[in-house]
């Protein structure tokens, strides 16, 4: 008699960031489980480069859901460009029945204020302190006014995948 041992994989959430200049995206299964992340600088903005790069994270990872930014709210300061794209990553979803979740910023930071965590630079240092995968990331507190490095997305995308496992417990 044969006995096969059957695994399953564990359930995967994919948040993707579509910001002015790129997209952002994390992969969990945890709230302190960060499967991978990645940071996609887009010199020539083309949504079609931006859905190309959502549906091979998506068909890779197979996620249970998807986590967006909700951009409907006063603290949202994202840029026309990437509340589009965001509508548009949105409908896709749907149209390939993928379920989706959105968070906005000030639940981030709701989630985050159990850590003293108030705004990006003190939420990055919150995940740089759990995720062992982000330590290196040097994140300068930034300087007012100016605007934000790229790999700030990282953090920011991390973030809304954490909240997630939170909110959702």
Same mark, same amino acid.
Request: proline share 4%.
């Given at each position: 008699?044969?006995?096969?041992?059957?695994?399953?994989?564990?359930?995967?959430?994919?948040?993707?960031?579509?910001?002015?200049?790129? %997209?952002?995206?994390?992969?969990?299964?945890?709230?302190?489980?960060?499967?991978?992340?990645? %940071?996609?600088?887009?010199?020539?903005?083309?949504?079609?480069?931006?859905?190309? %790069?959502?549906?091979?994270?998506?068909?890779?990872?197979?996620?249970?859901?998807?986590?967006?930014?909700?951009?409907?709210?006063?603290?949202?300061?994202?840029?026309?460009?990437?509340?589009?794209?965001?509508?548009?990553?949105?409908?896709?979803?749907?149209?390939?029945?993928?379920?989706?979740?959105?968070?906005?910023?000030?639940?981030?930071?709701?989630?985050?204020?159990?850590?003293?965590?108030?705004?990006?630079?003190?939420?990055?240092?919150? %995940?740089?302190?759990?995720?062992?995968?982000?330590?290196?990331?040097?994140?300068?507190?930034?300087?007012?006014?100016?605007?934000?490095?790229?790999?700030?997305?990282?953090?920011?995308?991390?973030?809304?995948?954490?909240?997630?496992?939170?909110?959702?417990?």
């Amino acid at each position: 008699m044969s006995m096969s041992k059957t695994t399953t994989e564990p359930l995967k959430t994919v948040a993707l960031y579509p910001f002015t200049r790129g %997209l952002g995206y994390a992969v969990m299964t945890s709230a302190l489980d960060l499967i991978e992340f990645n %940071l996609f600088d887009l010199k020539d903005y083309d949504f079609e480069k931006v859905k190309n %790069l959502v549906k091979e994270i998506v068909n890779t990872h197979k996620p249970i859901t998807l986590i967006l930014e909700d951009t409907n709210n006063r603290y949202c300061r994202k840029g026309r460009r990437a509340k589009e794209a965001i509508r548009k990553i949105k409908s896709w979803a749907r149209q390939n029945e993928i379920s989706i979740q959105m968070y906005s910023r000030e639940q981030v930071r709701a989630v985050f204020d159990r850590w003293h965590a108030k705004n990006k630079y003190e939420i990055a240092e919150v %995940l740089k302190r759990n995720l062992p995968a982000l330590k290196n990331i040097v994140f300068a507190k930034p300087k007012y006014p100016g605007r934000e490095p790229n790999y700030e997305c990282v953090f920011s995308t991390i973030s809304m995948l954490i909240t997630h496992y939170f909110l959702e417990e």
